[in-house]
Structures are given as C-alpha cells and as structure tokens.
C-alpha cells in the first residue's frame, strides 16, 4: 500500500445537506468562522440546512440572534471588520431589505473608504423566492443586489454549485450575498469531492442546443430544462444556460450562445422591470449582435399565500414554451462576425 488516500468520490446528498457540508468544512478549516441567525443553532436552521453544526462546534461559533435583521447583519459586518468570518443567515430574502444599510453603506464599502485597508469577509445567506408563504415571504430581489458595487452575488441551482460556491465564498475577501432558494432545498445531486474548486463567475450550460437560448438562476433553470424538454419533442434544440453568479455576471457565455441560436428568453422569479433578464438584454445589445428576445418573470403583482393564485404569478415552463414557439416563428438576422 502506498499510503496515499484514495480519492473521494462525488457523494449524493440534498441541497440542504450540500450547504451544511460546505459550512462544516469551512469551520473546520478555519477557526474564525462563525454562524449567526435565527434558528441555527439547535435547531439546525429554518430549513435544516445547517444541521449538526451546533453539536459539532458550539454556540460560542453557532449563535441564534433575535429577529432583528439590521443589528444581524450590523453585527456581522463589524465581526467581519474585526477579523472573524462569519455568515449570517437571513431566512427570507424579503427582510433582507432591514439590514441594507449596514450591507450596502459599511461592509461593501469599507474597502473602497480605507483604500484596501481593510476588508469585509462577510457571507450573507439568504432564502429566496415563494412556496405558499404569501406577499413578505415570497420575493426574490437579486437584481437589487446586483447594482451594488463590490458585491458578489451567488445563486447556485444544484446541490454540486451550493456546496463549491459556499466554500468559495467563506475564501472571499469581500461581501458575498449566498441566494439559495426554498423549492432547492430537498433537490438531491452529486456533490464532488472536498479538493474541488469552484469556478466563481462562469455560467454554466445544462443543455446544449441550437435554435434557441434560455437563460436562468437558482430555481428557474428547472424551469427552464423542464420547457426545453418539451420544446425538444416539437424538434426545436434550446440551449439552457445556468447563470450561476449574477455579480459578476458572464455575460461572455450568454453571447456565446445567442451568436449562434438568435432567439434569447431569461427567466427569472424576480420582477420583470429592471430585472436580471433586462441587464442580461441591455448588455448584449450594446454589442454587434442581432437576436429576437422575451423576458419571462413574475407578475407585477404581491405574491399571495393562496396555491392557484401564487402559481399564476410565477413563471413556468408553459409559459416558456408559448415565448420559445412564439420566438421561432421570427426570421432571423444574424450578423454576429
């Protein structure tokens, strides 16, 4: 025998459990990294997704805070400052809104206002997008975030990109928002082995096709594979691209694919106006391509706890189906070099 261990093999486990993984390690490898939030502690988080890291590392590293979001994240900011590591868990992204200022104004400018003196290794998770629990509890304003400079915004749809996108944001030296989504956390995946590294800003392609370009994060991309499966019985080929980081956004991957399909559809829960689609939209059209597009998100309409209601405002493949058929009926013109 050699000695040397054998390599690990990628393990099978739900998102939920690919979060708490990736945060065990962490904590594991680097005493400075603490946990706060509602629920975390003994209970192991709203959604179980840090369960065992109480047991494992005590309260002194997994601390339970009141509902109190701005002095939540207040206090992680100048925990940050002061050279720890922590993640804040946010358990609704809606509420996210309360702790803006000590996000927004301290920690992702504190590099910027001591000219790199000092930084703010902060993680700021937070659950997104609706599941029966009505008009606060339901929103998803990633592309708010993604206006903040200096911020990095991650939103894996895989348990694979929860626990590599986790791990490489407690590596960050800046502010990263962790958007995770509340439909993702009983998804099964392949996880791969802890040596793996994250490739933090790249899109990823779920479906390779040539007649059309779906773009998508978090929850939406099974949105959209479940329409491209559709659409590939009716012979139409829909690449589906998984944005993965909003902030920075790879926009590189996006041209890549509608230089070649022409037809563009984004798909978003959030809202329509000055959403994710749109700066995907606004960014390709400053560039010498030409391309028919739709824009596919949640009615601008409050989110109600009632299930025919809630399903009518959210974007589904049906919905995606009827844009993609209406799309292919449009010439195309394409004068991409």
């Given amino acids: 025998m050699s000695g040397k261990p054998a390599a690990s093999a990628p393990v099978r486990m739900f998102f939920r459990e690919a979060i708490a993984r990736a945060a065990r390690e962490a904590m594991q490898a680097d005493p400075r990294v603490i946990i706060i939030g509602q629920d975390v502690g003994a209970f192991g988080g709203s959604y179980k997704e840090f369960a065992g890291l109480y047991d494992a590392f005590g309260p002194a590293r997994v601390r339970d805070t009141p509902i109190a979001e701005n002095a939540m994240i207040g206090l992680a900011v100048g925990a940050a400052a002061a050279g720890l590591r922590p993640l804040v868990s946010i358990t609704y992204m809606d509420f996210l809104m309360l702790g803006l200022d000590p996000l927004v104004n301290y920690g992702v400018k504190a590099r910027f206002k001591t000219g790199g003196q000092l930084s703010v290794p902060l993680i700021v998770k937070t659950t ?52 995770d989504h509340k439909r993702l956390f009983p998804v099964a995946g392949d996880v791969p082995p802890s040596d793996a590294v994250a490739d933090v800003g790249r899109a990823a392609i779920l479906r390779a096709g040539d007649d059309l370009t779906l773009v998508a994060h978090s929850y939406m991309c099974r949105v959209a594979l479940a329409a491209a499966d559709r659409l590939g019985q009716s012979g139409i080929r829909a690449e589906v691209i998984d944005l993965r980081c909003l902030s920075p956004l790879d926009i590189a991957t996006v041209e890549t694919s509608v230089a070649r399909t022409g037809r563009l559809i984004t798909i978003e829960e959030g809202q329509k106006i000055c959403g994710v689609g749109a700066e995907i939209i606004a960014q390709l059209s400053c560039l010498p391509l030409s391309f028919h597009c739709e824009r596919i998100a949640a009615l601008p309409a409050p989110i109600s706890s009632n299930p025919v209601l809630e399903a009518a405002a959210l974007p589904d493949p049906d919905r995606v189906v009827a844009a993609a058929r209406a799309l292919m009926t449009k010439p195309l013109h394409k004068e991409y070099p």
């Fill in 128 to 179: 997104a997008g609706a599941k029966g629990q009505g008009v606060a509890h339901s929103q998803c304003i990633e592309a708010w975030m993604m206006s903040v400079p200096g911020l990095q915004v991650f939103a894996p749809s895989t348990p694979a990109d929860a626990y590599l996108m986790l791990k490489a944001a407690f590596l960050a030296e800046g502010p990263v928002l962790f958007v």
